[in-house]
C-alpha cells in the first residue's frame, strides 16, 4: 500500500433530511486488494458505495480517486466508469429480458457516429468473454441467452465479467451471494479470487461473515454511519471477528433487550 | 413427427414462429382469409386493400412510436390531441398562407414540441405517464378548440399540390401514404433494435434501477421519447389531413384506443423492457381489418368495438403466457392444479 491509494475518502458524510446515513468515514482502498465491508442493515454499506460509485453526492468530506479530488456535483456513474469504478449490484446490474451480449455493452455500446449499435463486434467480445474471462460452459448460454434464464451464480459472473472486460481497477460487489445455493455461492468466491490474480481491487459487501474472512486481505467493520474497524484479516481470526461483531450488538441499547 | 419432439430448436415450424412478427402475420393472414369467405365481393376485389392502405398508415405510424414508448415502460394517450394539433396547423397554415411546405415543418414543429412538454410533465413533475398524458389529451385537446374557435377547416384545393402526391398521391391505384408507414416501421426497428436510444429504452422498460446504475441518462431518454412520440402523432395528423383534406377538432379520437389495441395485439410485452415492431405492424393491420371486415360481412357495425376488445383481450393474455405462463393467474393455477 506505499502507492496512491485507487479511492481514499476523508471525512465524508451523508445526511437523507434528517436521517444520518454516514457521518465522518475515513478509508482507503489500495492497488490489488479485496476488502471485505461488513456491518448490520441500516449500518450505512449501501450509502457508502453509492457515494463512491457517483450513484449519489456526499452531504460532506472529499473523495479522491487515485490522488485527485474528486467533484461531488459533477460525479456520476459515467465519471466513475471512465475512472475505472464499477459496481456489480446484487439484483440490479442486469436488465433480465435483454440478451448476454446487450448486458456486457449497456451503457457504453460499440457504436458508429450515428448511434447504431455494432452487434456483430458486441457479440464477438461477449463470447469471448464468456468463454475466457468467466468460463461459462454451461450447455445451452450463448450471447443471445435473455438474463432470466441464467442461474444467480451466472449473473454474478456475468456482471464480474463485464467489469473485468472493462478493465475497472476496482470492483465494488453489492451482497452477491445472497439467496445464492451453496455450489452457486463457491462459483461466486472463485469470481472474487479471479479479481484478485487479474490485479484489480474490490470492495466486497457481505452479510456472511465466513465468506468475507476467507477471502477478503482487509476488513471493514462499519457501525451506524460510522467504522467500527479497519484491520487485516490476518490480525484476526474467524472466532474473533465473530466476537468484535457481537460486541458492537452489545453496545446497541435496542439489541441488548434480547 | 417424433423428431419435432426431440429437438425443438431443430424444428423448422417452430424457427419460423421465432421470427419477429410471423405468429401475428398468420393471424393476419387467418382473418383475410376468414373475411374473404364471410365477404367475398368486398374481400375478393382490390379495392377494400387500396383503401385499408390509404387509411391504415396515420394509425400505423402512431402505433410505431408508442410501441416504443411501451418499451420504456411508460404511456401516451395524448397523441389524439397532438394529432388534431398538427392537423389544424397544418390545415390553417395552407388556407390562410397557401404554405404546403412550409405548413409540414410547422405541423411536425408543433408536435415535436407538444411531445417535448409532454416529456417534461413526465419526468420533471414526477407524475405517472398514463395519468399525466390522459391529462394532456385533455390539455392540448382543450387549447386545438380553442384556437381553432370550434369550427372545422376543409381544405379540397390541396388534392392540386405537389406535397399532396407525396403524402397521399396513389401509385397507379397504390396509396403512397403506405410506403411512409412502412419506411417509418422500418426506422422504428432500426432505433428500437439497432440504435442506443433503442437500448436505453429496452433497459429502462426492463428494470430502471439496472438502467440508473449502467449510467443511461433516464430523464433525458424519457424527454426524447416522448419528443419523438409527439413528432410521429404529428407526421400521422398531417397524413390523416392529406387523405381526407379535413381538419376538425376530434380528428385523432378515433385512434385512441384502436392504437393502442395494434401495439398490445402485436405482441409489445405490457411489462415494458420487450417489444415487436413488426408486430405493431400486423397489429394496426390486425385492428383495421377487423373493422372493415365484420362491415363488409354483414354484422353490424356496433359489434366491431366488441370484436377488437375481444382480440385485444385473447392476444395480449396469449402474449404474456408466452412470455411466462405464471404471469397469467389463471394458467399458473390450472398448472399448478394439473401438477397435482
Redesign the interface.
Not at chain 1, 449497456?106 to 455500446?109: A, D, K, L, T, W
Given at each position: 500500500m506505499t502507492s496512491t491509494p485507487i479511492v481514499r475518502l476523508e471525512h465524508v458524510g451523508k445526511k437523507y433530511g434528517k436521517v444520518v446515513s454516514l457521518k465522518d468515514v475515513t478509508l482507503e482502498i489500495g492497488a490489488n486488494e479485496i476488502v471485505g465491508l461488513i456491518g448490520d442493515n441500516g449500518a450505512g454499506k449501501s450509502t457508502l458505495i453509492k457515494v463512491l460509485t457517483g450513484?449519489e453526492p456526499p452531504t460532506s468530506g472529499t473523495l479522491y480517486v487515485r490522488g485527485l479530488k474528486i467533484d461531488a456535483s459533477s460525479y456520476?456513474?459515467?465519471e466513475a466508469?471512465k475512472l475505472r469504478i464499477e459496481?456489480v449490484?446484487q439484483?440490479?446490474?442486469?436488465?433480465?429480458?435483454?440478451p448476454l451480449w446487450?448486458n456486457f455493452f449497456?451503457?457504453?455500446?460499440i457504436?458508429n457516429r450515428f448511434?447504431?449499435?455494432d452487434?456483430k463486434a458486441e457479440k464477438k467480445v461477449a463470447e469471448h468473454i464468456m468463454r475466457s474471462t468467466i468460463g461459462f460452459r454451461g450447455v445451452g448460454i450463448d450471447v443471445d441467452t435473455p438474463v432470466s434464464r441464467l442461474s444467480g451464480g451466472e449473473r454474478q459472473g456475468v456482471a464480474i465479467g463485464r467489469a473485468m472486460h472493462f478493465d475497472s481497477d476496482l470492483i465494488v460487489l453489492d451482497e452477491p451471494t445472497v439467496a445464492l445455493a451453496l455450489k452457486e455461492v463457491q462459483k461466486v468466491l472463485d469470481f472474487i479470487r479471479s479479481i484478485k490474480s487479474g490485479g484489480r481491487s474490490c470492495i466486497y459487501i457481505e452479510h456472511n461473515i465466513h465468506h468475507v474472512h476467507e477471502v477478503c486481505d482487509r476488513l471493514v467493520v462499519l457501525d451506524r454511519g460510522e467504522i467500527a474497524l479497519d484491520a487485516p484479516t490476518s490480525s484476526m481470526t474467524y472466532l474473533e471477528l465473530t466476537n468484535f461483531l457481537m460486541s458492537l450488538h452489545g453496545r446497541r441499547p435496542a439489541a441488548a433487550a434480547h | 413427427m417424433a423428431h419435432a419432439d426431440k429437438g425443438p430448436p431443430n424444428n423448422p415450424i417452430a424457427a419460423f414462429f421465432k421470427i419477429e412478427g410471423t405468429p401475428i402475420a398468420f393471424v393476419f393472414l387467418l382473418l383475410v382469409l376468414l373475411f374473404m369467405l364471410t365477404a367475398p365481393r368486398a374481400f375478393m376485389g382490390f379495392r377494400v386493400y387500396m383503401s385499408f392502405m390509404a387509411n391504415v398508415p396515420p394509425p400505423m405510424i402512431i402505433a410505431l412510436g408508442l410501441t416504443l414508448v411501451v418499451v420504456a415502460g411508460e404511456m401516451d394517450l395524448s397523441f389524439p390531441s397532438v394529432v388534431a394539433f398538427a392537423s389544424y396547423v397544418f390545415c390553417a397554415l395552407y388556407q390562410n398562407y397557401d404554405m404546403t411546405w412550409l405548413a409540414l415543418l410547422a405541423a411536425l414543429a408543433t408536435g415535436t414540441v407538444m411531445g417535448f412538454v409532454n416529456g417534461l410533465v413526465v419526468t420533471k413533475l414526477g407524475i405517472p405517464s398514463l395519468i399525466a398524458t390522459l391529462a394532456m389529451l385533455f390539455l392540448w385537446g382543450g387549447l386545438v378548440t380553442v384556437v381553432s374557435n370550434g369550427a372545422s377547416l376543409a381544405i379540397p384545393d390541396i388534392e392540386g399540390e405537389l406535397i399532396h402526391s407525396v403524402f397521399a398521391g396513389r401509385i397507379g391505384v397504390f396509396p403512397v401514404q403506405f410506403l411512409w408507414a412502412l419506411g417509418v416501421a422500418v426506422l422504428i426497428w432500426m432505433v428500437l433494435n439497432r440504435h442506443r436510444f433503442g437500448e436505453s429504452l429496452l433497459f429502462i422498460g426492463d428494470n430502471l434501477k439496472v438502467a440508473k446504475v449502467v449510467g443511461i441518462a433516464i430523464d433525458r431518454e424519457k424527454i426524447k421519447l416522448f419528443t419523438l412520440m409527439g413528432l410521429l402523432s404529428a407526421f400521422a395528423g398531417v397524413l390523416l389531413t392529406m387523405e381526407t383534406t379535413t381538419y376538425f377538432s376530434q380528428a385523432g379520437m378515433g385512434y385512441l384506443l384502436t392504437v393502442v389495441a395494434a401495439v398490445f395485439i402485436g405482441g409489445t410485452s405490457i411489462f415494458g423492457g420487450a417489444g415487436k415492431v413488426v408486430g405493431t405492424v400486423f397489429g394496426s393491420l390486425i385492428v383495421a381489418i377487423i373493422e372493415a371486415g365484420l362491415v363488409a360481412s354483414g354484422v353490424a357495425g356496433f359489434w366491431t368495438r366488441f370484436f377488437i376488445g375481444l382480440v385485444f383481450i385473447v392476444s395480449v393474455t396469449m402474449n404474456a403466457a408466452i412470455e411466462d405462463p405464471d404471469k397469467v393467474p389463471l394458467l399458473k393455477d390450472l398448472r399448478s392444479r394439473a401438477r397435482r
Open positions: 450513484v456520476t456513474v459515467k466508469h459496481t449490484y439484483d440490479s446490474s442486469l436488465g433480465e429480458k435483454q446487450r449497456v451503457g457504453r455500446p457504436t448511434g447504431f449499435i452487434v | -
